[in-house]
């Protein structure tokens, strides 16, 4: 065969391709139920009854898949958006949590108060008495820099015992005091609520208790009355 009868033939081929498949709409179209010649409109075809029924089952499916899409977009977008609301929520109150001032221990008795001329002190009491069991966790009471931890009152004096001195943010200090174990050190930075040591009832003391007191400065005898304090600041205790 030469290299043109070959092309021929293929043309050929291709022009009997196009009539087997003009010959299959025929017969899909028949199938339909609707006497369509090959080349004949298609409006005709979709006048047919049975076209016009399934275009409306189409036309319906198509509806009904874009409104259940569209309740999808919606859905989606209402939980993005309150996933975003609770992201807010959750940084506002992480920040809202951050700024408190809570109570250095969590159940308690009250002890002996602020400038009560207390039977184990020789001055009036400096701060707020908590009696708590030996081993009771305690928490700073807002976030800071720990200026003093250690034994004789970290530096205040061998009354304290184990005591631990937090400097805060708005420049004041608080103190807690008779402690069985300091888990912080000094340049530390403590949280809001932060565990920094255990209760106990190092140096002068009678009995397992915190002593806790707010004060101006990082020094013994700059107290002030611890109670209204953290009440002002948001803690009742
Ligand atoms: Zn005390």
């Not at 043109?4 to 709409?25: C, P, Y």
């Not at 899909?28 to 029924?53: F, M, Q, W």
């Amino acid at each position: 065969m030469s290299k043109f009868t070959a092309i021929r033939n293929a043309k050929n081929s291709n022009s009997a391709k196009k009539t087997v498949l003009r010959n299959r709409v025929a017969v899909v179209a028949g199938g339909l139920g609707v006497a369509v010649a090959a080349g004949a409109g298609i409006a005709n075809a979709a006048a047919g009854p049975n076209l016009t029924s399934l275009a409306s089952n189409v036309g319906s499916t198509v509806s009904a898949q874009a409104a259940a899409q569209a309740k999808a977009a919606k859905d989606a977008k209402a939980a993005a958006a309150k996933t975003k609301a609770a992201a807010a929520k959750a940084k506002k109150d992480a920040a809202k949590k951050a700024n408190a001032w809570v109570k250095p221990v969590e159940k308690y008795v009250l002890g002996s108060t602020f400038g009560l001329a207390g039977s184990h002190w020789s001055h009036n009491h400096s701060g707020q008495d908590f009696v708590v069991p030996t081993g009771t966790q305690v928490h700073s009471v807002h976030k800071g820099t720990v200026v003093k931890a250690g034994p004789w009152g970290g530096g205040d004096g061998p009354a304290y015992g184990n005591a631990i001195v937090v400097k805060h943010d708005n420049g004041m200090y608080t103190q807690y005091a008779h402690l069985s174990q300091i888990q912080v050190h000094v340049g530390q930075q403590v949280g809001t609520g932060q565990q920094i040591g255990l209760s106990g009832s190092t140096g002068n003391s009678t009995g397992p208790h915190l002593h806790f007191e707010v004060r101006t400065g990082p020094d013994y005898g700059t107290g002030i009355e611890p109670t209204g304090f953290l009440r002002a600041h948001g803690d009742a205790v």
